[in-house]
Structures are given as structure tokens and as C-alpha cells.
């Protein structure tokens, strides 16, 4: 099993990123994807979530609105594209993969990328 992140970098304020994961060694379209994020000295938290169909959505407050999580089964990647991007939306950015339905708590995922960083700075 394999998930590897992309699009992570240097951005301003304001700006737009888009992340990446590629996943492999796993049914894909049956597993429900996420995006975590971790700052410097603070815990890992829940960002997005997409169903294994991509019917089902759900997003933390603080991203709500500015940014969108989507999947291409028949590519096996999860995206997500930000916009509008503050300094506090700096992090690591990690994907994740469980089994069938969405969850926000990161003890629910059993795959996990090796993150990519994002850095929102003028």
C-alpha cells in the first residue's frame, strides 16, 4: 500500500495550491480518502474527507469554503484544491485511507502518505 502526496509548497497569502495523492496497492474506489494537517507543535487535524464515490463530502471549519476535496477513481488520486490561503493554513499535509465510510478522527484511517508541506508566507 502506497500513498504519495504532491502540489505541497511556498505560497502567499491569499493564493492557491493543489495537492495530490496517488494511491496504489489497495482497491482504491472502495476506501474513503482524507486530509489531515499537522503545524509545528500542534496536533494532527482532520481537514477533508471524501466517500469512496465522491458523494459525500464533509470539511473542518476552518477550511470550509475556500477549499474542495475531490477523487478520480479511475486514476487512483484524492485532491484537494485550496484557495484563499492564510498563514495558519501552514502545515504538513497528509493523505489518508479507510475502508468504505468517511470519519474526522485520524485513528479511524488505516493508510497514510508521507505528507507534503505547505507554506503560506509572504
Known amino acids: 500500500v502506497q500513498l504519495v502526496e504532491s502540489g505541497g509548497g511556498l505560497v502567499q497569502p491569499g493564493g492557491s495550491l493543489r495537492l495530490s495523492c496517488a494511491a496504489s496497492g489497495f482497491t482504491f474506489s472502495t476506501y474513503a480518502m482524507a486530509w489531515f494537517r499537522q503545524a509545528p507543535g500542534k496536533e494532527r487535524e482532520f481537514v477533508s474527507t471524501i466517500s469512496w464515490n465522491g458523494a459525500g463530502t464533509d470539511y473542518a471549519v476552518s477550511v470550509k469554503g475556500r477549499f474542495a476535496i475531490s477523487r478520480d477513481n479511475a486514476k487512483n488520486t484524492v485532491y484537494l484544491q485550496m484557495n484563499s490561503l492564510k498563514p495558519e493554513d501552514t502545515a504538513v499535509y497528509y493523505c489518508?485511507?479507510?475502508?468504505?465510510?468517511?470519519?474526522?478522527?485520524?485513528?479511524?484511517?488505516?493508510?497514510w502518505g508521507q505528507g507534503t508541506q505547505v507554506t503560506v508566507s509572504s
Open positions: 489518508a485511507a479507510r475502508l468504505w465510510t468517511v470519519r474526522t478522527k485520524d485513528s479511524d484511517y488505516n493508510y
